[in-house]
């Protein structure tokens, strides 16, 4: 059943929120992650091959533990953003965003009338009934939130526009499709892609928008908590997964 959302009144609030990126998809994982005391968990529909039911279970895990699931979908499309709210989801991602109008699309599609064009239905998502639906609509048109993804030049070119745009709940930043837009090659800390991440956040601070930051060094977590930011997003999953088990091996490989 849908409840206020603690990421959002965190943001709202300036306290710190650190998350993580669900790209092993399954539900088992998913809830480890909640349970492992993290903020909020981006399940990813851009990349993965991974089914509706899947994600719905996986949805209910990360609610389970008091964790946001929010939802990196492949495209702006209203049908499908409307089934992963209905099934749980607390927030939509929006990857390689470079238009206001593809934003402004999204918040519509997570928004009930007159604030947007979402289509409403009952079930797990109103505790088959149990809150009524004006409740329901109040509450999910304040706290479904909407985070685009900057990935590329014309995202930052459109960036003042969508910033403007009421339903912006937090950005992020894609540092890597960033670097090969730019034609610098796979390379998200050349200085000219870390000056235009720089550039972002310090728009997204100006206009009151939280900037969620994914430092890929100790040297850029410092800069980002010098320049004040609080919401933090720790990398993906499957890297921590790849190189724990590779230490293990290692370190058995040592005693053998």
Known sequence: ML?????????????????????????????????????????????????????????????????????????ADAKLIGRLLDAGARGIVLPQTDSAATVARTIAACRFPPLGRRGITGGPITGFGTLKLDDYIRLANDNIMVVPMIESRAGLDALPEILALEGVDMVLEGALDLA?????????????????????????????VPFCANPRSPEQAARWRQAGITAWLAGEDRGYLCQALRSRLADLRKDT
């Open 3 to 75: 409840t206020i959302n603690p990421l959002k009144s965190s943001l709202h609030q300036g306290k710190p929120v650190y998350g993580l990126l669900n790209s092993v998809p399954g539900p088992w994982l998913a809830e480890m992650i909640g349970r492992a005391g993290y903020d909020f968990v981006i399940l990813d529909m851009e990349h993965l091959l991974v089914s509706e039911e899947t994600l719905r279970h996986s949805l209910q895990a990360v609610l389970l533990t008091g964790c946001t699931p929010l939802v990196r979908v492949p495209a």
């Open 180 to 208: 090969l837009d730019m034609g610098l090659g796979p390379q998200p800390q050349d200085p000219q892609v870390e000056q235009a991440i720089g550039r972002l956040a310090a728009q997204c601070l100006d206009a009151g």
